[in-house]
């Protein structure tokens, strides 16, 4: 639907979204939040330029060394600069991760909105099929998959985005079940406005802050799961930089040097974190009237 | 001369919000004496709450009292600390809430929770405050006190926890009981119940009540004091008699007019609205607050604000003009020209024999076989709406006057029955009409906050009936939504506000914009004014009025207000369990003979008009389910007039009255005559005369 379908635009978003980052200030752990996701993205877009090393070279005789003025963080078991590799290797993990929440958010909320609208028969075989999706640890089932269709990038994503829809489905679902009862969808029935209107224009723009929120929440958990993979060797292979193989690879020599296990694992954690505060910050700048206020 | 209670001198309570400081109430002074019942009215945002916050030292946390004294008998409160406040609370100073769902606790045992008060505040024995407790709930005339005292919150209707409310207030004798509008959340039929206990139980107990109230029949009813409140402060304080009959303020005259009476119609008057808003207590006025809205205000009045003067004995005023005011006499609505008297028009909507059940499912219904259980919500309902006429149809909550207008307008599908708009049958769901037919019906809901979308410009909401049901061209749909903004009285850069940035009545009047937009042959409002304040419900039906008269369009009116329905509808109809017991002109339906429901729904409205000395007619219990409806007249279980075994095994007959009057009773309408002689109405207007 092309944008000129608006009679009216609305004047004062400005001012909305300028209230919002007023509101925001009241937050410091918001803040926060949002500091720490936007340095790593600045990293991850010029990991390779501000790395002081390629990730890949090796210097055998320094291998395992501490924290000094050449290598901040040490060097690993090849003697490869570790502070390096945790700036190329946030590439990796933004992306994996990333692209598995957009792959879940894109269905969940497709799912969500038809299973939502439309209810009866269909809402329920959706439903129950998320449901046996829920009913599966999701590590052992991301295991599971992997060791049959062998780790790959690729695989990751498809894993995490497919781990994740029902998370998604079932947010978007009960938000538009809650506003699929508002009078003024009921007004946009009464003077004829088909199903497509109806759920593109009326419900989704309703739905969108609750998605933004959610999907922030399911980031912080693809991470988690993306660094698992990586730990457990399934996800992305060496030499890869990803942080949860480092972490992997790390543990062998945990008793030589515990910088190579500490970094890594540190960088996971702070992402995590960063990624969880801005999430609590989308809630209250998007829904300042509590979660069921849609 | 009963002793002074509470006496509260010169409150001025502070908030610290992002904007700093600012004095919601200021300057107010209060003495209620014992046995009195002081009245506080006041819309919303007036400061009614906050005050009575303040007097009990109850405030949150960003509040706080900035001047004044509070004596409660000889103990000055502000000198307490926090643990004397609480020997305070709930023993000598208690509290009835709004929400009595929200007030009790649905896990605890009712009479526990009386028993509880008695226990703490009295030092009763387990025993003693067992005893207590089923004590008070037999003063608050609880039928069966041992059952009742057994059961929890969820299985007692709205009524009767209000009661255990009152009961729970009361257990501890207090001297001073603050009820914040304890009667709004409820039907007319249990309010007036829960009005005579109150009154009745106050004056036995010699207890000072402040009671918060919108309401100014309420008021008229209960109150023996009354002080209006205006952005928080006192205009105008005096007895009962003197401010609703020698009215000294304008803001009062003003509420007054707001009210619709139930003995004239649109046809006689329209309702006299306040213009404009309560200034919010960062904008005030320099002069008097209520300047900016007054018809009265002079150039002094905008420059110098008066403290409130004694003109009579115990009659205070804040209006410098009040000597014009007395003399003015009662300006309380304009007399409208008498609208034309319409010849019966064609028919534009027939419904049919309406049925509406919905299935219980859920619980262990579907191990239940063959015993379907419904909802019976609408059953067999039929109405006939004429051009340009409005159809009111009246009921208590749960009564199936919504789930009839949704039927029709085919948002639920009704079961059976027909619905013909201007000689076409309708289907049963709105998706499989034709885009003409819904072009002709529109619908005004009554959640204005709910009825638009928060992310779509209130113009966006205009235009779009207008692109999909009206033939005007894309670029005259800008002109057309400006048009109509201006007939709803909206200033035409709204267009592009978002719906968070209006009021309550603002919103409402763009649902009404996007309502008449199509130019409906057939609006059916929802309770349009319910949730709204006096003076913007006066300003709001005028607009109804008005437009009804340009465009020839009408109206099938639902509310569980008589007054507003009287005022508005040429036709009435009074349902009750999802049946209509009486139809006729509106004239007709509220004199002599009535149907017995009809009659205590008019004993029990509060007429804001101390003079008129209502019959109390009231109803024992609650409405029955709608689950199992009793058998023969459904309103036998409640029937102050009930005749005996045939109301119980019979369903009643229809009768006649007049060609435009008809009823459903087993009384026979002579006998009715004779039982409720003159009525109520014809009695008032024989006051007036």
């Given at each position: 639907m092309?944008?000129?379908s608006?009679?009216?635009?609305p004047k ?9 980052i007023?509101?925001l ?5 918001t803040l ?11 990293i991850?877009?010029f990991?390779?330029?501000?790395a002081p090393?390629?990730y890949?070279?090796?210097?055998l ?12 963080f ?19 993990v933004?992306?994996v991760?990333g692209?598995?929440t957009a792959?879940a958010v ?5 799912l ?10 269909f ?5 129950r ?9 999701p590590?052992?089932?991301a295991?599971v ?10 695989n ?9 829809i029902?998370m ?9 079940l ?11 029935r009464l003077?004829?406005?088909?199903s497509f209107?109806?759920l593109?224009?009326e419900?989704l723009p ?5 998605l ?27 030499p890869?930089p990803?942080?949860?193989l480092?972490v992997g690879?790390?543990r ?18 702070l ?8 999430s609590?910050g989308l809630?209250r ?8 206020d849609? | 001369m009963?002793?002074k209670v509470?006496?509260a001198?010169?409150?001025?309570v502070t ?6 400081l600012l004095?919601?109430?200021?300057n107010?002074s ?5 046995g ?12 009614k709450?906050?005050l ?5 030292r109850?405030l ?13 008998g000889d103990?000055d409160?502000l000198?307490?600390s ?6 305070v ?5 208690t ?15 009712i009479?526990?929770?009386v028993a509880e ?7 009763l024995?387990?025993k ?8 008070m709930l037999?003063?608050?005339?609880i039928?069966?006190?041992?059952v009742?005292?057994r059961r ?12 255990v409310?009152?009961a ?16 709004t959340?409820?039907?007319v ?7 005579d206990l109150?009154?009745d139980?106050?004056r ?5 009540v402040l009671y ?7 008021v008229?009813?209960?109150?023996s004091?009354?002080?209006v409140?205006y ?12 401010v609703?009959?020698d009215?000294?303020h304008?803001?009062?005259?003003g509420l007054?007019g ?7 119609n ?6 006299k609205?306040?213009p ?19 018809e009265l205000?002079?150039?002094?009045c ?5 403290p409130l ?7 205070l005023?804040a209006?410098r ?14 007399m409208?020209e008498a609208?034309?008297?319409?010849e ?11 049925k ?14 063959n ?8 059953d ?6 004429r ?6 149809i ?9 789930t009839?207008?949704?039927?029709i307008m085919g ?15 309708l289907p ?13 019906m ?13 992310q779509?410009?209130?113009g ?7 692109k ?9 749909i800008?002109?057309r939504?400006?048009?109509?903004f201006a007939?709803?009285?909206?200033p035409?850069?709204?267009i ?5 940035e209006?009021?309550g ?7 009404i ?7 409906p042959t057939?609006m059916?409002?929802?309770?349009p ?19 009804q ?13 008589l007054?507003?329905?009287r005022h ?12 209509l017991w ?25 007429i ?6 209502q ?14 409806i ?13 005749l005996?075994a045939?109301?119980?095994?019979e ?7 007049g060609y435009y009057h008809?009823?459903c ?6 006998d ?6 003159e009525g109520?109405?014809k009695k008032e207007?024989?006051?007036e005369q």
């Open positions: 092309s944008e000129t608006h009679t009216f635009k004062q978003k400005r001012s909305r979204y300028i209230s919002a007023k509101r200030q009241r937050y410091p752990t926060i939040g949002f500091t720490i996701v936007f340095l790593f993205l600045i991850a877009l990991g390779p330029l501000l090393y390629a890949t070279a090796q210097n005789p320094n291998k395992l060394q501490p924290p000094s003025e050449e290598h901040i040490g060097t690993d078991q090849f003697g490869r600069d570790v502070y390096s590799r945790i700036l190329v290797g946030s590439r990796d933004l992306s991760a692209s598995g792959l894109f269905f969940g909320l497709l969500g909105l038809f299973s939502g609208y439309r209810g009866g028969l809402d329920e075989l959706i439903m099929a998320m449901d046996v999706i829920l009913s599966i640890p590590l052992l089932l295991m998959i992997l060791f049959s269709l062998g780790p790959s990038r690729v990751v994503i498809i894993i995490v985005g497919f781990l994740y029902p998604v489905a079932r947010v978007v679902r009960s938000v538009v809650d506003l699929k009862t508002r009078q003024f969808i009921e007004a946009a003077r004829g406005e088909n209107y109806i593109y224009k419900i309703n739905v969108l802050p609750h933004a929120v959610e999907a922030s929440m399911r980031f912080s958990y693809s991470i988690f799961l993306v660094a698992s993979l990586g730990f457990l060797g399934l996800g992305v292979q060496p890869s990803d942080w949860g480092m690879e790390g062998t020599w945990f008793h030589q040097s515990r910088w190579v296990l500490f970094f890594p694992a540190g960088a996971i954690a992402l995590v974190v960063g990624v969880g505060f801005m609590d809630r700048i998007l829904l300042p009237g509590g979660v069921s849609a | 009963p002793k509470l006496d001198r010169n409150l001025t908030y610290k919000t992002e904007k700093g004095d919601t109430v200021r107010v209060l003495q209620i004496c014992s009195e019942i002081y009245g506080l009215v006041g819309e919303s945002g007036s400061g709450s906050t009575a916050r303040a007097i009990v109850y949150p946390e960003n509040g706080f009292l900035k001047e004044g004294k509070i004596y409660l103990t409160l000198n307490l926090k643990a004397e406040m609480r020997r609370w709930g023993k000598r100073v509290m009835v809430h709004q929400d009595p769902n929200a007030a009790i606790n649905p896990s605890v045992m009479g526990e929770q008060v008695a226990r703490t505040h009295l030092k024995s387990k003693e405050a067992r005893n207590k407790a089923l004590d037999t003063k608050v005339r039928a069966d006190p041992e009742v005292a929890y919150a969820h299985q007692l209707s709205g009524g009767m926890l209000q009661r409310l009152v729970i207030a009361m257990a501890t004798n207090p001297e001073l009981l603050i009820m914040d509008e304890p009667t959340a409820l039907d039929t249990t309010e007036a119940v829960i009005l109150i009154g139980l106050m036995e107990n010699d207890t000072a918060i109230t919108h309401n100014l029949g309420v008229a009813r209960v109150c004091r009354v002080g409140l952005a928080g402060e006192i205009m105008e304080e005096g007895s009962i008699g003197q609703f009959k009215t000294l304008p803001y009062t005259r007054l707001c009210v619709p009476r139930v003995n004239v649109k046809k006689d008057i329209s309702l609205a306040i404009g808003f309560i200034p919010r207590p960062d904008q005030l006025p320099p002069g008097c607050i209520f300047a900016p809205r007054c205000a002079e150039e002094a905008r420059v110098e604000r008066l003067k004694e003109i009579d004995y115990g009659h005023t209006c003009r009040n000597e014009e005011l007395k003399r003015y006499g009662e300006v309380v609505a304009d409208r609208r034309s008297e319409t019966y028009g064609e028919l534009v909507l027939e419904a049919r024999n309406i509406k059940y919905f299935p219980v499912v859920g619980g262990l219904s579907m191990f239940e076989k015993r379907k259980r419904e909802v019976k919500a609408v067999d309902i039929t109405i006939r709406v051009r340009s006429f409005t159809m009111g009246v009921g208590e909550s749960g009564c199936g006057k919504t009839f207008a949704r039927c948002l639920e599908e009704a079961n059976a029955g027909e619905i013909e708009l201007e000689g076409e049958l049963y769901s709105v998706a499989r009409r034709p885009r003409d037919m819904l072009r002709k529109q619908m005004v809901f009554q959640n204005p906050d709910a009825s638009l979308n928060p779509h410009p209130v966006e909401a205009v235009a779009r009936p207008l999909l049901l009206s033939s005007v061209n894309k670029e005259a800008q002109e939504v400006k048009e109509l007939a709803v009285n909206l035409e850069d709204y592009y506000r978002l719906p968070h209006l009021s009545g603002e919103k409402q009047r763009v649902a914009a996007r309502a008449f937009a199509a130019n057939l059916i409002c929802d309770e004014i319910s949730s709204l304040d006096v003076s913007v419900q006066a300003s709001l039906m005028n607009l109804l009025v008005d437009l008269e340009s465009k020839g369009t009408s109206y099938l009116f639902i509310s569980h207000d007054s507003a329905v508005l509808s040429d036709w009435i109809a009074v349902v009750y369990l999802g049946r009486e139809i006729g002109s509106a004239e007709d339906v509220f004199v002599p003979p009535y149907h017995p429901y009809t009659e205590a729904l008019l004993s029990a409205l509060p804001p008009d101390p003079d008129i000395k019959e109390s007619i009231r109803l024992k219990g609650s409405v029955p389910s709608a689950m199992n009793p058998s023969g007249c459904r309103f036998h279980t409640r029937c102050p007039r009930k005996g045939i109301c119980e095994k369903e009643p007959p229809w009768q006649c009255i008809q009823l009773c087993h009384i026979p309408v002579e009715l005559q004779a039982l409720q002689g109520l109405l207007r024989g006051a």
